[in-house]
């Protein structure tokens, strides 16, 4: 039996979980720089010690409504495979509300019906403390045709 460890953030009234391993850090709010001519949910560029990071409004990705950025909101700052190439991104969420140990073999397979939009975002679906909380698989999270289009936009604003 294989326990792992989460983190646990909210978008809306929803839970979501990244596994621990994949995410670098949680910092509060910083200012964008927006990239222009890319998919709305792509809201640009941070500057994290130096370092070049990708934000993505998950509410966006998700299909929730856009909802003003406070000093509440919060990027999780993870990484993700895409093909070959390993990659930082930002996710753009509500708040982050705990880590906790998940015994993998509980998590559900995540049903077809009412999550079809976001079935291919997902490893799965578990109950914690009598909530559902959706699993995400974050190399899936961005599209190769994404991941090219930021990286050229991230090239093209560093000029």
Same mark, same amino acid.
């Given at each position: $039996?294989?326990?792992?460890?989460?983190?646990?953030?909210?978008?809306?009234?929803?839970?979501?979980?990244?596994?621990?391993? &994949?995410?670098?850090?949680?910092?509060?709010?910083?200012?964008?720089?927006?990239?222009?001519?890319?998919?709305?949910?792509?809201?640009?560029? +941070?500057?994290?010690?130096?370092? +070049?990071?990708?934000?993505?409004? $998950?509410?966006? &990705?998700?299909?929730?409504?856009?909802?003003?950025?406070?000093?509440?909101?919060?990027? +999780?700052?993870?990484?993700?495979?895409?093909?070959?190439?390993?990659?930082?991104?930002?996710?753009?969420?509500?708040?982050?509300?705990?880590?906790?140990?998940?015994?993998?073999?509980?998590?559900?397979?995540?049903?077809?019906?009412?999550?079809?939009?976001?079935? &291919?975002?997902?490893?799965?679906?578990?109950?914690?403390?009598?909530?559902?909380?959706?699993?995400?698989?974050?190399?899936?999270?961005?599209?190769?045709?994404?991941?090219?289009?930021?990286?050229?936009?991230?090239?093209?604003?560093? &000029?």
């Amino acid at each position: $039996m294989a326990v792992g460890k989460y983190t646990v953030f909210t978008l809306d009234n929803e839970r979501y979980a990244v596994p621990i391993s &994949k995410v670098q850090e949680v910092i509060r709010f910083t200012p964008i720089t927006p990239l222009h001519d890319v998919n709305p949910f792509l809201k640009g560029v +941070i500057n994290l010690r130096g370092k +070049i990071i990708p934000v993505i409004d $998950m509410r966006l &990705k998700f299909g929730l409504p856009e909802k003003p950025y406070n000093d509440r909101t919060v990027f +999780i700052i993870v990484e993700f495979f895409s093909g070959e190439d390993l990659y930082h991104t930002g996710l753009i969420v509500d708040g982050v509300k705990e880590v906790v140990e998940i015994d993998e073999d509980k998590i559900e397979k995540t049903p077809e019906v009412g999550f079809k939009f976001k079935t &291919k975002y997902l490893n799965g679906i578990i109950q914690i403390g009598g909530e559902m909380v959706m699993i995400l698989n974050l190399d899936n999270i961005l599209t190769t045709e994404e991941v090219v289009e930021l990286e050229q936009k991230m090239i093209v604003s560093q &000029k």
